[in-house]
């Protein structure tokens, strides 16, 4: 889990119909200096404004019409350095700061009964936790016969109640604020108890975000893509259940309302899944999303994945230095990256298997991801067979892009009619060697 650094959050009063949406700014320290100022909304940001702070450091931020209804974080930031985070929802309000470096103490905010709410809880649930982490080590200090291990203990049962009803107040709160504290809270790893067994945290803060985690108010909370990379580590490191991930992702998706907000969440996920080499996974929830009809203008990877070809389906052409080569015979077709460990193992037991592959019939095909020929970077291997593509694209390269490659090494089997009978990560699982 990554601890995120909050500064100051802030949110004024309500906006009348027809009223354009203001924000003044005050940062006597920053007089004349050059500012920009954007809205989060998942992994990108909408700039909204930009230009220069008067003399005394103010501006007014004015949120265009097509941005009215927005509610979540935005982000003020002077271009050489410096700035600050603060809640937008739908209302009017203003904010000062007189000192270099704004936090919660030293920022004053106009009519914010959210900024309010989130400066108030989070000190205090800091002041818990300080507290509790003085606590406990007063109780590993002092043995359970030893007068002062008993104080200790009441001590902690009386910052556990505190803690407790510092959550319930804040699960029961209808603010923005509130939903980004508890979206706060599962990035830093707090759970609902000092102390718990890393399992059970881990269960308590999965079920948070496949339940409770409303995606609207992710998206537009600069923490995108923290939190999803966060929960999927945590299903990985912790739960390490691919079936549970897979059935938590599809129920997430179900909850999700907005197509935006769905496609984007499927984007993520199948990039991290690339990324952790879960090749099922991506395939599976690709073909999920693309089943639901609710994707919009996903991104090519995602749009790679989902076309990509299929076991039982025509093998593509591939593209050639010649030209286009159409696969109408027994083949092994290898996509790897040399100087990969996993190619690299798969390209020994490829050339010491060599004959047993052809006397079955196949022939060899190998496509390469390498960008360079430079044999310092393992580019070195001489191959037996005649087929040996490589573009020096890497996995931008057409063959890739078709094939829809997503980690290497990759095998494909394919049979006399082109079709393609089995994709595997290993020569041993493709049981040509049998």
Same mark, same amino acid.
């Given at each position: 889990?990554?601890?995120?650094?909050?500064?100051?959050?802030?949110?004024?009063?309500?906006?009348?119909? /027809?009223?354009?949406?203001?924000?003044?700014?005050?940062?006597?320290?920053?007089?004349?200096?050059?500012?920009?100022?954007?809205?989060?909304?998942?992994?990108?940001?909408?700039?909204?404004?930009? /230009?220069?702070?008067?003399?005394?450091?103010?501006?007014?931020?004015?949120?265009?019409?097509?941005?009215?209804?927005?509610?979540?974080?935005?982000?003020?930031?002077?271009?050489?350095?410096?700035?600050?985070?603060?809640?937008?929802?739908?209302?009017?309000?203003?904010?000062?700061?007189?000192?270099?470096?704004?936090?919660?103490?030293?920022?004053?905010?106009?009519?914010?009964?959210?900024?309010?709410?989130?400066?108030?809880?989070?000190?205090?649930?800091?002041?818990?936790?300080?507290?509790?982490?003085?606590?406990?080590?007063?109780?590993?200090?002092?043995?359970?016969?030893?007068?002062?291990?008993?104080?200790?203990?009441?001590?902690?049962?009386?910052?556990?109640?505190?803690?407790?009803?510092?959550?319930?107040? &804040?699960?029961?709160?209808?603010?923005?604020?509130?939903?980004?504290?508890?979206?706060?809270?599962?990035?830093?790893?707090?759970?609902?108890?000092?102390?718990?067994?890393?399992?059970?945290?881990?269960?308590?803060?999965? #079920?948070?975000?496949?339940?409770?985690?409303?995606?609207?108010?992710?998206?537009?909370?600069?923490?995108?893509?923290?939190?999803?990379? /966060?929960? &999927?580590?945590?299903?990985?490191?912790?739960?390490?259940?691919?079936?549970?991930?897979?059935?938590?992702?599809?129920?997430?998706?179900?909850?999700?309302?907005?197509?935006?907000?769905?496609?984007?969440?499927?984007?993520?996920?199948?990039?991290?899944?690339?990324?952790?080499?879960?090749?099922?996974?991506?395939?599976?929830?690709?073909?999920?999303?693309?089943?639901?009809?609710?994707?919009?203008?996903?991104?090519?990877?995602?749009?790679?994945?989902?076309?990509?070809?299929?076991?039982?389906?025509?093998?593509?052409?591939?593209? &050639?230095?010649?030209?286009?080569?159409?696969?109408?015979?027994?083949? #092994?077709?290898?996509?790897?990256?040399?100087?990969?460990?996993?190619?690299?193992?798969?390209?020994?037991?490829?050339?010491?298997?060599?004959?047993?592959?052809?006397?079955?019939?196949?022939?060899?095909?190998?496509?390469?991801?390498?960008?360079?020929?430079?044999?310092?970077?393992?580019?070195?291997? &001489?191959?037996?067979?005649?087929?040996? #593509?490589?573009?020096?694209?890497?996995?931008?390269?057409?063959?890739?892009?078709?094939?829809?490659?997503?980690?290497?090494?990759?095998?494909?089997?394919?049979?006399?009619?082109?079709?393609?009978?089995?994709?595997?990560?290993? #020569?041993?699982?493709?049981?040509?060697?049998?």
């Amino acid at each position: 889990m990554k601890k995120i650094v909050l500064q100051a959050i802030a949110v004024l009063g309500v906006v009348t119909s /027809g009223q354009s949406q203001t924000i003044n700014v005050n940062f006597s320290h920053y007089g004349g200096k050059q500012y920009v100022y954007v809205l989060e909304r998942g992994s990108k940001t909408d700039t909204i404004a930009s /230009g220069k702070l008067d003399a005394t450091g103010k501006a007014v931020l004015v949120i265009p019409t097509a941005k009215k209804g927005y509610t979540g974080i935005s982000h003020f930031a002077l271009t050489d350095g410096g700035g600050m985070d603060f809640i937008v929802n739908k209302e009017n309000f203003a904010i000062s700061c007189l000192e270099e470096q704004p936090n919660f103490e030293n920022t004053k905010y106009t009519g914010s009964p959210e900024n309010d709410f989130l400066n108030q809880k989070i000190q205090q649930q800091k002041a818990i936790l300080d507290k509790a982490g003085f606590i406990q080590y007063g109780l590993n200090l002092y043995a359970k016969e030893e007068p002062l291990h008993a104080a200790f203990q009441k001590e902690n049962q009386n910052l556990q109640q505190q803690f407790t009803a510092l959550a319930d107040e &804040t699960a029961k709160s209808p603010l923005y604020a509130a939903r980004f504290i508890e979206i706060y809270n599962f990035l830093m790893g707090i759970g609902s108890s000092f102390n718990q067994p890393e399992e059970e945290k881990a269960k308590e803060l999965n #079920l948070f975000v496949k339940e409770k985690l409303d995606m609207q108010v992710l998206y537009n909370s600069g923490f995108w893509n923290q939190a999803i990379e /966060g929960w &999927t580590d945590l299903q990985q490191k912790v739960i390490k259940d691919d079936a549970v991930l897979l059935a938590d992702t599809k129920q997430i998706l179900s909850r999700i309302k907005s197509n935006e907000i769905y496609t984007a969440f499927t984007e993520k996920v199948v990039a991290v899944f690339t990324k952790a080499g879960k090749d099922d996974l991506v395939e599976t929830i690709s073909q999920y999303a693309a089943k639901s009809g609710r994707l919009e203008k996903p991104a090519k990877q995602l749009t790679n994945v989902i076309n990509a070809p299929v076991v039982g389906g025509l093998a593509p052409a591939l593209q &050639t230095a010649a030209g286009k080569k159409v696969i109408n015979k027994k083949t #092994l077709l290898f996509f790897y990256e040399s100087g990969c460990n996993n190619c690299e193992n798969e390209i020994h037991q490829l050339l010491g298997n060599y004959e047993i592959v052809k006397s079955k019939g196949y022939e060899i095909i190998s496509v390469a991801a390498d960008m360079t020929k430079d044999a310092a970077d393992g580019h070195n291997h &001489t191959f037996p067979w005649k087929e040996q #593509l490589c573009d020096y694209k890497g996995f931008a390269g057409p063959n890739f892009q078709t094939y829809a490659i997503i980690g290497t090494p990759t095998f494909f089997t394919i049979d006399e009619k082109g079709i393609i009978t089995g994709k595997y990560a290993r #020569l041993v699982d493709t049981e040509i060697l049998k």
